[in-house]
């Protein structure tokens, strides 16, 4: 809490946890978080418009060291991917976790920049309401898991049938009967349901927690000489046990959106 | 907190960048690294080949090598046996050579030695006539005694 401005911590973390909101029109939902959306754009085409530059002069001979770095970030998913899934891969399923890995990893990694300082920085150009990290927002994660959901449901029609599909969901997990049709159908209902809220919770709980924390610490730095001092190595701690954390939630996201794809193609 | 509008542009953001992904990132480097593959795989099959190959030349010329030298082995015999061969004749043909020649050398003192004896006994005719003569001087008539003269140089 460098800035005076504040006067109780408690405005200051609601400062730092607000987005910058743009009301589209009177409605309550026509509200776009700016702040959200253009950060993770950015982070998004700068990181797969880096790795496209690289794809496109991609050589089979003896690779750049840029290239052999790509190679290994390919490596590392196409690894992943053959792991739980067995089709064709290559079609859809393992660009799209290079995707959300590669996309995802950046925007968690956003939390390393620091907020008071890029809060001087926004301040600079007018804007005083911006969030670095767009998965601390639970729009962001509750999209892309609303879109595997939805490459989810899009599969399962896709390769067992309309009809396939729809005998899946009354017929399993307890078998063909009538009298557990009911039954059978509750149970993909909350599997369908519980799916997405899982996985976008998990990243946006992650996230939105270490932001937190890292806007405490930075409080305990307003309390004087030796707050500075623990503040400066708790972060330090932190962010240092934070990259865990960053990579960890793209990891498991990643792998989620693999498994979740992977089964609606196996079916039940 | 609130689910908003936020939502739907993220949404569009992450489907336009799947597409991207699809469409343009995932083929070249897969392309890429799948050649690179099958080129090292090609390169140890050659490598494996000429290995293979290598094995069949090396057999190949330690047999050529063996042959050669048996060859070789068999070509030296023949030179010495021939060699000796040519000795031995050089030896007989030498022999035969001497001998002629120094029978020839005794045939010739045979005869020097025959015509010598010739002529000695013709001048030892000569002589002990003129010898007889001198003692027997007058004495002895020279055509009274030519045939005894005669039968004596005959014996001599």
Redesign the interface.
């Known amino acids: 809490m460098a800035d005076s401005a504040y006067n109780t911590p408690s405005e200051y973390i609601e400062h730092h946890l607000s987005?910058n909101?743009i009301a589209?029109s009177e409605h309550?939902?026509?509200?776009?978080?700016l702040d959200?959306?253009i950060m993770?754009?950015i982070c998004?085409?700068v990181s797969?418009g880096l790795?496209?530059l690289v794809?496109?002069k991609?050589?089979?001979?003896v690779?750049s060291k840029t290239?052999a770095f790509?190679?290994l970030l390919?490596?590392f998913i196409d690894d992943q991917v053959k792991s739980s899934f067995n089709g064709d891969r290559?079609?859809?399923i393992?660009?799209?976790a290079?995707?959300v890995f590669v996309?995802v990893l950046i925007m968690n990694s956003m939390d390393f920049l620091p907020i008071d300082i890029m809060a001087k920085i926004y301040g600079f150009f007018g804007l005083h309401y911006w969030k670095n990290v767009?998965t601390a927002?639970?729009?962001?994660t509750?999209?892309?898991a609303?879109?595997v959901w939805i490459l989810m449901i899009y599969f399962g029609i896709k390769v067992h049938g309309l009809k396939g599909w729809t005998k899946d969901l009354f017929c399993a997990p307890f078998g063909p009967n009538p009298l557990v049709w009911p039954a059978n159908f509750i149970f993909n209902i909350i599997e369908y349901i519980s799916k997405p809220l899982s996985h976008s919770l998990r990243l946006f709980g992650n996230m939105y927690a270490g932001e937190v924390i890292f806007l405490l610490i930075g409080m305990l730095a307003a309390s004087g000489v030796y707050g500075v001092f623990f503040s400066s190595l708790l972060g330090a701690g932190w962010a240092i046990f934070h990259i865990l954390i960053v990579a960890l939630q793209a990891f498991v996201f990643m792998m989620l959106t693999v498994v979740y794809l992977s089964m609606a193609h196996e079916g039940h | 907190?609130?689910?908003?509008?936020?939502?739907?542009?993220?949404?569009i953001?992450?489907?336009i960048?799947?597409w991207?992904?699809?469409r343009?990132?995932?083929?070249?480097?897969?392309?890429?690294?799948e050649?690179?593959q099958k080129?090292i795989a090609d390169g140890l099959a050659a490598a494996h080949e000429g290995k293979i190959s290598l094995e069949k030349a090396e057999i190949r010329n330690a047999e050529t090598l063996d042959e050669t030298k048996q060859k070789g082995a068999e070509i030296l015999n023949q030179a010495e046996k021939r060699a000796t061969e040519i000795v031995e004749a050089a030896k007989k043909s030498a022999q035969e050579e001497g001998d002629r020649i120094i029978t020839g050398a005794r045939a010739e003192i045979d005869q020097e030695l025959n015509r010598a004896k010739e002529e000695l006994r013709a001048q030892v005719s000569t002589l002990a006539l003129a010898g007889a003569e001198k003692i027997l001087d007058k004495e002895i008539d020279k055509k009274a005694h030519v045939a005894m003269l005669a039968k004596l140089a005959k014996d001599l």
């Open positions: 987005n909101a589209l309550n939902m026509m509200v776009l978080h959200t959306a993770a754009i998004g085409f797969m790795i496209w794809a496109r991609a050589t089979s001979g690779p290239q790509v190679e390919f490596g290559n079609a859809f393992a660009p799209a290079l995707t996309w767009p927002d639970i729009n962001t509750f999209a892309l609303l879109g | 907190m609130n689910i908003n509008f936020t939502l739907i542009a993220q949404a953001a992450f489907a960048l799947i991207f992904t699809v343009f990132v995932w083929p070249p480097l897969l392309r890429a690294i050649k690179r080129e």
